[in-house]
């Protein structure tokens, strides 16, 4: 089962979306090293993280976060639009049904082969969601290394404009285009896992 | 007369490639459009005996793949060693800083130069599960590159290589899954990193906390998974595979 939270709540408000910050903040910070903010010491939150943000987590029933990724909308300031507008030639896409892709992340604590099973249900769901909301394109700022497992989900992916070296690493932006036909590309790819996609969000009971 | 770069052009040829031979074809002219020569696409198998799925594409010159193949260069290839040692793309020229070449590799490295692999650009590829690989151009010089090569090399080559699985994929009738690096439990794994590291069954045993012939149980599934080949292989091809890095078994 794959949960999604419509808007950033701060921390206390759910133990999967606290749990998705903390692993961000592993995974972002300490592992990639990226330079964003992290509050507390443990949860990392950017200027994106707000109330037009939807979330897409896959977590266990206590909480525990195994893989997420985080959509946001392009009428909006977002990633591509706000910071590297150059990499698009001409405008970045933006509109109600064109939406981006941020934020990728798999626990670190997961084993190879689980690792595989969480980032496929991760995907299907993420075109379900697309399915039912009528995004028709996701977009997204991907660097070296990850162009080719985003290519390898078999979904439609082309890029946006040519790619750059930032910071040492090629980046690119990339379009993905959502059809009817995209779930049997995920099929054909081997990527495609049957999930059950589901709003997310009981508030963690306060004590009475 | 306007430079006409068609980057779009370059990628949906890719997508829109039906088999080996149209991949060969567009690979080429990508490289000549991007300013080298020489392109090397493929997985990172036994290549004097490859699994029947691996991919292997390239325009290098027959005598030098019949003298690598021969002289069994592939084996320590210094390319190939250092695309395990990052996920971007590098230049030739940047091998020395990022491994210890011995005497062999650097002979490697100069046996190739007149074969237009003076100077070159690789672009490592990992699918998660699957054997990793890269995507190569060569040249006998930098100098005639277009701007903005490497980064339009390093997606080229990305694309490159979906469009090779894509291919494999459609040839095997989709049923199976892409060639895999033999799926082995935690236990099998772990005992496998020891094997590496030189340790014999007892001492597995103790430092996983399990009886020896358990011990023994783990490795000999390991080398049955990979079609029961010796200790000594077994190590060479799961370095050489991904399943063990170089890191888990010399430390950091």
């Not at chain 1, 943000?53 to 990724?69: F, K, M, Q």
């Not at chain 1, 993420?126 to 290519?151: K, N």
């Not at chain 2, 190939?80 to 650097?106: C, E, N, V």
Request: net charge neutral; charged share 20%; hydrophobic share 40%.
């Amino acid at each position: 089962m794959i949960q999604y939270f419509p808007g950033h709540r701060g921390p206390g408000a759910s133990a999967a979306l606290d749990n998705m910050h903390r692993d961000r903040k592993r995974v972002f910070v300490d592992l990639r090293r990226w330079e964003v903010p992290v509050i507390d010491g443990q949860f990392e939150v950017d200027q994106f993280d707000s109330e037009h943000a939807v979330y897409l987590i896959s977590a266990g029933d206590d909480g525990t976060h195994y893989g997420s990724i985080r959509l946001l909308p392009t009428d909006r300031p977002h990633i591509l639009g706000s910071l590297f507008p150059h990499l698009s030639d001409g405008p970045s896409p933006t509109g109600p049904d064109v939406w981006e892709i941020t934020r990728g992340c798999l626990s670190p604590r997961l084993r190879a082969a689980e690792r595989l099973r969480v980032r496929n249900r991760l995907t299907t769901a993420t075109v379900q969601y697309a399915l039912l909301h009528g995004i028709s394109r996701f977009v997204c700022v991907a660097d070296s290394g990850w162009l080719s497992q985003i290519l390898s989900l078999g979904w439609n992916c082309e890029p946006l404009g040519e790619p750059q070296l930032i910071a040492g690493a090629t980046t690119g932006a990339l379009q993905i285009h959502i059809s009817a036909r995209t779930i049997e590309q995920l099929r054909e790819a081997g990527s495609y896992a049957p999930v059950r996609l589901q709003l997310g969000g009981g508030a963690t009971p306060l004590a009475a | 007369m306007a430079d006409q770069f068609d980057f779009n052009g370059m990628i949906s040829g890719f997508l829109l490639a039906k088999d080996e031979a149209d991949l060969h074809n567009h690979l080429d002219r990508c490289a000549h459009e991007l300013g080298f020569r020489k392109f090397a696409m493929g997985h990172h198998v036994d290549l004097s005996g490859p699994p029947q799925d691996a991919i292997r594409v390239t325009n290098y010159d027959p005598a030098w793949i019949e003298r690598s193949l021969g002289d069994g260069y592939f084996v320590y290839d210094p390319v190939h060693q250092a695309s395990t040692k990052t996920a971007m793309g590098f230049l030739w020229s940047d091998i020395p800083d990022m491994i210890r070449l011995t005497k062999a590799q650097k002979a490697v490295l100069e046996a190739a130069r007149p074969y237009g692999l003076s100077e070159g650009y690789t672009i490592p590829v990992h699918v998660p599960g699957e054997y990793r690989g890269t995507c190569s151009f060569g040249a006998d010089s930098l100098d005639g590159l277009r701007a903005n090569a490497l980064p339009l090399a390093n997606m080229i080559g990305t694309y490159a290589f979906e469009c090779a699985r894509r291919i494999m994929r459609s040839r095997r009738g989709g049923s199976d899954g892409p060639p895999n690096v033999p799926q082995l439990t935690d236990r099998q794994r772990d005992s496998l990193v020891l094997v590496a590291r030189g340790k014999g069954d007892p001492e597995i045993g103790t430092l996983l906390g399990i009886a020896a012939t358990t011990a023994h149980g783990h490795v000999e599934n390991v080398r049955r998974a990979y079609g029961n080949a010796q200790r000594p292989l077994l190590v060479a091809r799961a370095l050489f595979d991904g399943q063990i890095s170089y890191s888990e078994v010399f430390g950091r």
